[in-house]
Antibody
Framework: EVQLEESGGGLVQPGGSLRLSCAAS????????MHWVRQAPGKGLVWVAR????????TYADSVKGRFTVSRDNAKNTLYLQMNSLRAEDTAVYFC?????????WGEGTLVTVSS | DIQMTQSPSSLSASVGDRVTITCRAS??????LGWYQQKPGKAPKRLIY???SLQSGVPSSFSGSGSGTEFILTISSLQPEDFATYYC?????????FGQGTKVEVK
């Protein structure tokens, strides 16, 4: 069974940093592109970033480019999102998802709150 | 960026009703579109991929159609568990973009 489990969310002050993790199981992690998608409270889904299966290629939404870094450790079956210079508008539930032609499986998400 | 315009933003329907939701892309995206269902506090669940292919395990009451710029999700007979919010997602080019969502509520 495919499972994705995010962790690392929490309350952080504006300008601060946080690293999210996504632990994958039930499939060959190293064969799949992975994505981060976020959802602000009461709002819609927004794609954030993607990484190819071996971690050599990444793409970001303009809103996070230069502040967020997506990476992966295929030996640990884990996806990461390093978030720096956080802003109030980054407050959201962050989902990891797998897929090349649109995400098929998603984790349940982890809440990041940016507030003083 | 490709804009996805989804309509309606909400609708009220009864069990057994036929429901249609539309997504229009600001430029052609071939069939690079998926439909997702999301319930409150839960992760999105993919219903349809490649615009018209049914995800394994999803009831056949769900169907998708379209190509290019106009796409439709149809629920042929609404069931109690189908009350949720639905999103389209284009994955033709980055940044991937979602429609604004359609909340299907009980009439």
């Amino acid at each position: 069974e495919v499972q994705l489990e995010e962790s690392g969310g929490g309350l952080v002050q504006p300008g601060g940093s946080l690293r999210l993790s996504c632990a994958a199981s039930g499939f060959t992690f190293s064969s799949f592109w992975m994505h981060w998608v976020r959802q602000a409270p009461g709002k819609g889904l927004v794609w954030v970033a993607r990484i190819d299966n071996d971690g050599r290629s990444t793409t970001y939404a303009d809103s996070v480019k230069g502040r967020f870094t997506v990476s992966r450790d295929n030996a640990k079956n884990t996806l990461y999102l390093q978030m720096n210079s956080l802003r109030a508008e980054d407050t959201a539930v962050y989902f990891c998802a797998r897929g090349f032609v649109g995400p098929d499986y998603w984790g349940e998400g982890t809440l990041v709150t940016v507030s003083s | 960026d490709i804009q996805m315009t989804q309509s309606p933003s909400s609708l009220s329907a009864s069990v057994g009703d036929r429901v249609t939701i539309t997504c229009r892309a600001s430029q052609g995206i071939r069939n690079d579109l998926g439909w997702y269902q999301q319930k409150p506090g839960k992760a999105p669940k993919r219903l349809i991929y490649a615009a018209s292919s049914l995800q394994s395990g999803v009831p056949s009451s769900f169907s998708g159609s379209g190509s290019g710029t106009e796409f439709i999700l149809t629920i042929s007979s609404l069931q109690p568990e189908d009350f949720a919010t639905y999103y389209c997602l284009q994955h033709n080019s980055y940044p991937w973009t979602f429609g604004q969502g359609t909340k299907v509520e009980v009439k």
